[in-house]
């Protein structure tokens, strides 16, 4: 069974402050796995899309790196307007569904 | 590009009413379009996959009579909660998925979700 652990739950940054979210995986043949942002009573906006070991993906201040267990989403010099929770999702080989992790919860406060 | 819409984008019923929830592709056409559940604080839960022409398949647990879909095109799809209950009061999002211009991938794209209320 496809599974998506996503670390931490939470996390609070100071503005400027960077650092990383975590998204473990398991998955039978990795088809793609997707990063999404989340803002409250909002649907997912879709950020990356990553496809195999080693690949890297970046838009203004993030970037999204993928190993063969895992994928990191890397926040630089965070602002405020990037509070959100974050989603990864996986999908497998010969699968139409993404399997989510429980996201993690970006606060930055000015 | 790949902008997704729903429609209403909140509602809210008597207890046994039925409500429909409609999901549009405004500007690709969407091979596959997904429904999802999401409960407060938690991750998305997908309820059903449809393909345009074709039923709808249901993940396991999901009563598809209570819940149902009708992919009537490559840009729209609905879903109809019958008989209404309190328990179904929850956010509903759709997302399409299809080439998008300017793409090669097959990327699901979400709609803004709806928020069910069940008095």
């Known amino acids: 069974e496809d599974q998506v652990t996503q670390s931490p739950e939470a996390l609070r940054l100071q503005e400027g402050e960077s650092s990383s979210l975590n998204c473990s995986y398991t998955v039978s043949g990795l088809r793609g796995l997707f990063w999404y942002r989340q803002d409250p009573g909002k649907g997912p906006e879709f950020l990356f899309t990553?496809?195999?070991a080693g690949e890297e993906k970046e838009k203004e201040r993030l970037k999204a790196t993928l190993t063969k267990k895992e994928s990191f989403l890397h926040i630089t010099a965070p602002k405020p307007e990037d509070s959100a929770t974050y989603l990864c999702?996986?999908?497998?080989?010969?699968?139409?569904?993404?399997?989510f992790g429980k996201g993690t919860k970006l606060t930055v406060n000015p | 590009g790949a902008v997704v819409s729903q429609h209403p984008s909140w509602v809210i019923c008597k207890s046994g009413t039925s409500v429909k929830i409609e999901c549009r592709s405004l500007d690709f056409q969407a091979t596959t379009m997904f429904w999802y559940r999401q409960f407060p604080k938690q991750s998305l839960m997908l309820m059903a996959t449809s393909n345009e022409g074709s039923k709808a398949t249901y993940e396991q647990g999901v009563e598809k009579d209570k819940f149902l879909i009708n992919h009537a095109s490559l840009t729209l799809s609905t879903l109809t909660v019958t008989s209404a209950h309190p328990e179904d009061s929850s956010f509903y999002i759709c997302s399409a998925r299809g080439l998008t211009s300017g793409s090669t991938t097959d990327t699901q794209y979400f709609g803004p979700g709806t928020r069910l209320t069940v008095l």
């Open positions: 990553l496809y195999s």
């Open positions: 999702a996986v999908q497998g080989a010969g699968s139409e569904k993404l399997v």
